[in-house]
């Protein structure tokens, strides 16, 4: 299992395609914070985001913060919630939009194995709960799009050395979460067999 | 109201305040250390990464006086009332939304709290019916325990009931559990503590997997054979490979707690509400003329 550091927004697709299943990364640059809300305005309600996404590396998250003035926002605790919830986005932003990273916790299911393989995109498994050290990460919020959602807010942070994060799904149709769920329901019936 | 009872219904919405920012910051010990015993014992790649992780960010929370995770939860409280402590329960839980909301204004932390059909906030983590508190009465008593458990949605929602039959026994609430930590596979947040409600009606089966998660890890229900059950879902659980955020490795729960309650002779309910590796608990006494001690837990 290697390790890599990846700098996003990416431009050489290859950046993603080199990341394989079970590798470390750590991740430079600028990320977008996302969650559900969020994606509902932009799917269901068909409301395209006031920002570039191509290239982006997106979190899962609703942070807490302290404000500033109009738009300044202060890091308090930022964190990563639960991906699942939102997998069905996954093909739309990386068609639509160009996203070729999501980062969150708990990982996606397997619906999000093959349109993340056809439009080389990623999942970075995140430790959930590990807030404080995430905060120690992202070095500022540039800049907060659609207030009215917070904290569901889309968010441009700043990061430094963000990680270490582990690849759970990669680009070549592999899932981390995939195997350790077959394995686990393999044992469950030997488990059964025991009670 | 009186002068006195006044001041205590202060005294508890003071606790309240500080309870919630306390437990959000600062972890038990007792969860300390089956942090570092799982990281100790965990063998996988991505596990030992996820238990040091979690162990770097509890160093940090510490440092900086920050909360250990950004979901500040739903805002739980357990109360137990002595018979005379000398405020009525319906202050002690005004007290309770009070600290609560002061706490979520003055630190500043996240509002989590909405309308379930709006979905509008609907303020400082305080709502219709928030914060919860589960109550218990002692008699013969004149003082307050206080306990709030802020809960985090991660976990919650990976909570589960099964309508088990009697003829499904005691085997269908252990397959119950596992096909059901399985399925949550790392969305929880684990290795965190299952909290397993058996017995009463399907409501109060999953009251009780939540007193189970409130424990200090690793104690044990009074009852002996609801105990050896308490041991043996604990290996078990930890043998089904899901490991530290469900990437896999030798570490899926850190305990299993199990309470209890008899039941109608056709029921046999099993409840499983889980708690992430982050079970931040914090406790107060307090006393009939407001003292308030932070140490002592209950």
């Not at chain 1, 498994?125 to 807010?153: F, K, S």
């Not at chain 2, 007290?95 to 979520?104: Q, S, V």
């Not at chain 2, 604990?234 to 899926?252: A, C, F, Q, R, S």
Request: negative net charge; contains cysteine.
């Amino acid at each position: 299992m290697a390790s890599h550091t990846v700098t996003f927004p990416i431009t050489d697709p290859q950046e993603i395609l080199k990341l394989r299943a079970g590798d470390e990364v750590t991740v430079q640059g600028h990320i977008i914070g996302i969650r559900d809300r969020t994606q509902i305005r932009i799917f269901d309600q068909g409301v395209p985001p006031p920002m570039d996404l191509s290239g982006a590396f997106l979190l899962h998250t609703a942070p807490n913060v302290r404000k500033l003035g109009p738009g300044k926002y202060e890091k308090i605790c930022i964190g990563t919630t639960t991906s699942a919830r939102m997998v069905r986005f996954t093909e739309g932003l990386g068609a639509q939009y160009g996203v070729r990273a999501i980062c969150g916790k708990g990982g996606f299911p397997d619906e999000a194995i093959e349109p993340m393989q056809r439009l080389g995109m990623v999942y970075f498994a995140i430790v959930g709960g590990a807030a404080a050290l995430e905060t120690t990460q992202i070095e500022e919020i540039e800049e907060v799009l659609w207030e009215e959602l917070m904290p569901e807010c889309l968010w441009k942070f700043r990061v430094k050395d963000f990680g270490p994060l582990t690849v759970g799904i990669d680009a070549h149709g592999n899932s981390l979460y995939h195997d350790v769920q077959a394995a686990a329901h393999e044992k469950l019936k030997e488990l059964y067999a025991r009670l | 109201m009186s002068t006195v009872a006044t001041d205590l219904q202060k005294s508890v919405q003071d606790a309240a305040a500080n309870l919630y920012v306390s437990a959000l910051k600062d972890i038990p010990q007792d969860l300390r250390d089956a942090l570092a015993a799982a990281r100790d014992r965990e063998t996988s790649t991505p596990g030992k990464r996820v238990l040091e992780v979690i162990h770097r960010n509890v160093s940090i929370a510490d440092e900086q006086k920050n909360l250990v995770c950004q979901d500040t939860g739903i805002a739980v409280y357990h109360c137990n009332v002595g018979e005379h402590f000398p405020l009525h329960p319906a202050r002690i839980y005004e007290a309770l939304r009070d600290g609560t909301e002061r706490a979520t204004i003055d630190h500043p932390l996240r509002s989590n709290a909405v309308h379930t059909i709006t979905r509008e906030n609907t303020g400082a983590n305080i709502g219709y019916r928030l914060p919860i508190v589960h109550w218990e009465f002692i008699p013969d008593w004149d003082g307050l325990d206080v306990k709030c458990v802020p809960k985090g949605s991660g976990s919650e929602n990976m909570s589960f009931l099964k309508m088990c039959i009697p003829a499904d026994g005691v085997k269908g609430i252990k397959q119950f559990v596992l096909e059901s930590i399985v399925g949550a596979g790392g969305k929880p947040c684990p290795p965190g503590i299952v909290g397993v409600g058996i017995g009463g009606s399907a409501d109060y089966a999953m009251h009780l997997a939540k007193e189970a998660i409130m424990r200090p890890i690793g104690t044990r229900n009074g009852d002996p054979l609801v105990a050896q059950l308490e041991d043996e879902l604990y290996g078990l659980l930890n043998e089904t490979g899901i490991g530290p955020m469900g990437l896999g490795g030798d570490v899926t729960v850190l305990q299993c707690h199990i309470e209890h309650a008899d039941t109608h002779m056709t029921l046999n309910p099993v409840a499983v509400n889980y708690q992430c590796w982050a079970a931040r608990r914090a406790s107060a006494h307090i006393g009939p003329d407001g003292s308030i001690d932070y140490d002592r837990e209950f």
